[in-house]
């Protein structure tokens, strides 16, 4: 086991003013404050070389919970261990096995090239000249900037900054790797990229990766298992194909007949969610659906039909509206 | 109605920040009290000549360039508050000496300038400098300044993480960036203070920043008072560790990474 948290919490103390110019002459005699859960008893484990994907909606937790686990934070309560290691009480040894990637903010200095970041990082990792060359030159080749890494950083675009981060924080090897928003703000082909080299990085690594992320996608390709969060707890962790038979009760059959039919004759079947022209969309138990489908072909002249699971989007959707009420 | 609406809005915002209203009423006043102060005193200071006067700033100037570290800023704002500590803590490095070694190669840059400016002022007014003569003076007024370089960088480390409690810094910044102008000697020797308060201001941390190590150089100090000057920056190199260093330990604990 790589990775262990048991009942994690970190609150934050938020200072509270009253609207107005009244509460304003209020908080300037005394302010009141209260505790902001961000992460509220929070427990899993990790094991070594998963790609684990961790989702929840802005101020969920995942940012908060991967600063406890890199060390960054101080938990209120709760009990977290990486490799062996207390994070907060960060180690060198422990340190030099870990990153954490955040994708709005950076590492590297910006009027210099990324090389010069490169090289101060060798030094501070201890790097051996070998070492450093292969990694530098495996990363390089994978994540194609090799005639970027002599530019000043502030001159390279967004897509670029950001592979170098990722360079910049893989240095090392380390074995277990935070990714917060890796792929937040790049075009549709940057984030096919850095995700293929996520997996590619944990192939070849067998590194333990944590990753957060706005997009599905991201979730989808990479990670097997997903541990979802919202309001500072742990709503589901599990497969992620499970989410799908576990959430998603429902299964849409989209028919299209090849005349109109009467809408009492296909009502009984399931639950009409849309009808247009001859095109019908039924929502079914997921159990009956193969069932309702024979049934269709059976009774008529069907032109097309297709059984589709609801979109895994859709039903995190679902699963984190559910837990609002 | 609409014009007094944007007021009170607008005082509400600088009421959120409460040091900052005392740190700027507290700027207004302190200028003029200081002129009363200088001139009073100028005029008959005994044991200053105008030369030694005009060196006087000309080092401090020198001085205060070399040896002032101005990281509590970076500290303060960029790290702590904005998060940029994050990638510093990551690192198998500690965050004080990543900081400690990027000001020294601030100082140094500017201790060549300063040293360039000083060649200068010498070659144009040769008879203005007045300047330790002695070989062992010299030595200790380095030592001193070396110390006082210490200083002032724990100093404004201590003023730089204050940040991982304080909202608004720039009032704390403020308040310690006038406290140094006036006890350091930047504004004046603090021999030309009334006696009663250069003897309480030659106790505090600030003199031993700006102006013992100046008036070392300047030769105005025994062998004997320089030793006296190095034991009370070791006393204040000591107090200022230990005050950091707890500081450090309780402030991590508060920060928040936010901006990150």
């Known amino acids: 086991m790589v990775i262990s948290v048991s009942h994690l919490s970190k609150y934050y103390k938020v200072h509270q003013k009253e609207p107005g110019f009244v509460g304003s002459l209020k908080s300037l005699v005394s302010r009141r404050y209260f505790d902001s859960k961000a992460v509220d008893d929070v427990s899993f484990t990790i094991n070594e070389g998963e790609l684990i994907g961790f989702i929840g909606p802005n101020g969920a937790g995942k940012t908060t919970t991967l600063k406890c686990l890199s060390g960054l934070l101080y938990p209120t309560s709760g009990k977290v261990d990486v490799l062996g290691y207390t994070p907060f009480a960060r180690k060198n040894v422990f340190l030099k096995q870990i990153s954490l990637v955040m994708g709005q903010k950076n590492q590297l200095w910006w009027d210099l090239p990324a090389s010069d970041s490169f090289l101060l990082n060798k030094e501070i990792y201890e790097i051996s000249d070998k070492d450093y060359n292969q990694t530098l030159d495996e990363l390089t080749t994978l994540l194609d900037v090799k005639s970027v890494l002599d530019i000043q950083v502030r001159k390279l675009s967004l897509g670029q900054r950001m592979k170098c981060e ?31 080299f996520v997996k590619e990085y944990n192939k070849r690594y067998n590194a333990t990766i944590l990753l957060t992320s706005h997009y599905m996608k991201d979730v989808e390709q990479l990670c097997e298992r997903v541990i979802i969060i919202d309001h500072g707890k742990v709503l589901y962790d599990g497969a992620l194909s499970d989410i799908v038979k576990k959430y998603a009760k429902y299964k849409t059959i989209s028919v299209v007949f090849e005349k109109e039919i009467e809408r009492s004759k296909f009502e009984k079947l399931g639950k009409v969610i849309g009808v247009e022209g001859t095109k019908v969309l039924l929502s079914v138990p997921r159990e009956a659906s193969s069932k309702v489908a024979a049934k269709l072909l059976d009774t008529f002249t069907v032109e097309d039909l297709n059984i589709e699971e609801p979109n895994i989007e859709d039903i995190i959707h679902d699963v984190f509206s559910h837990h609002k009420r | 109605m609409r014009n007094l609406k944007i007021i009170l809005l607008q005082f509400q915002e600088v009421i959120e920040d409460r040091s900052r209203i005392f740190v700027w009423f507290l700027l207004g006043i302190i200028t003029p009290l200081i002129m009363i102060l200088f001139w009073r005193g100028a005029s008959h200071i005994p044991g200053w000549t105008s030369n030694e006067i005009t060196s006087y700033y000309l080092l401090a100037i020198i001085i205060n360039a070399i040896i002032m570290c101005q990281q509590e800023e970076h500290v303060g704002t960029i790290d702590i508050q904005e998060g940029g500590l994050s990638s510093y803590l990551l690192k198998p490095f500690s965050y004080f000496w990543l900081i400690f070694f990027n000001e020294l190669a601030y100082r140094l840059l500017q201790g060549i300038l300063g040293i360039l400016l000083l060649v200068v002022f010498v070659g144009f007014f040769p008879g203005l400098f007045a300047f330790a003569k002695s070989p062992d003076v010299l030595f200790l007024s380095v030592i001193i300044a070396i110390v006082a370089f210490l200083l002032t960088f724990i100093f404004k480390m201590i003023i730089g993480i204050l940040a991982f409690w304080l909202t608004e810094t ?74 950091y260093k707890k500081l450090w330990q309780e402030g991590i604990k508060q920060y928040t990474a936010v901006g990150q």
């Open chain 2, 170 to 243: 720039r009032g704390a910044f403020e308040a310690t960036n006038v406290m140094i102008v006036i006890f350091s000697g930047l504004l004046m020797p603090l021999a030309f203070l009334p006696s009663w308060l250069e003897q309480i201001v030659s106790k505090m941390p600030f003199a031993y920043m700006i102006y013992f190590p100046v008036i070392a150089f300047e030769g105005k100090l025994t062998v004997l008072e320089l030793w006296q000057v190095l034991f009370m920056e070791f006393f204040w190199l000591g107090i200022c560790l230990l005050i």
């Open chain 1, 166 to 196: 990722l360079i910049a924080a893989l240095l090392h090897r380390p074995r277990v790797l935070f990714l917060d928003e890796p792929t937040i703000g790049l075009d549709v082909v940057m984030q096919q990229k850095l995700r293929d």
